[in-house]
């Protein structure tokens, strides 16, 4: 069975920095490209941030310079590091897998087959 965990959020103050972490399990994923993305309330889901196979990354704009995505393909880990945390980053975050190396393609969630069940982070001023 396919699983995919969140964990690492949390409450901070703005300026400070938080590490999501997902791992997956019930197989392999060193094929598949990684995502994050997060949702506040009833809004839509929104892209985040993406490393495909090559380590190739793409980022949102309203992220870009303040997160870094990155994995582990021994732990079949992905990795959100935030820095500069603002308060509007406050979100429950999903991570996500899909099968597409294409990364303009991997910012929309349809092209994603596996979530987590997300981690909520919450920034306070």
């Known amino acids: 069975q396919v699983q995919l965990v969140e964990s690492g959020g949390g409450l901070v103050q703005a300026g400070g920095s938080l590490r999501l972490s997902c791992v997956a399990s019930g197989r392999t994923f060193s094929r598949d490209s990684m995502g994050w993305f997060r949702q506040v309330g009833g809004k839509e889901r929104e892209f985040v941030a993406v490393i495909n196979t090559s380590g190739a990354t793409a980022y949102a704009e309203s992220v870009k310079g303040r997160f870094t995505i990155s994995r582990d393909y021994a732990k079949n880990t992905v990795y959100l590091q935030m820095n500069s945390l603002k308060l509007e980053d406050t979100a429950v975050y999903y991570c996500?897998?899909?099968?597409?190396?294409?990364?303009?393609?991997?910012?929309?969630?349809?092209?994603?087959?596996?979530w987590g069940q997300g981690t909520q982070v919450t920034v306070s001023s």
């Open positions: 996500a897998t899909g099968e597409s190396w294409l990364l303009a393609q991997l910012r929309e969630g349809n092209k994603y087959e596996y």
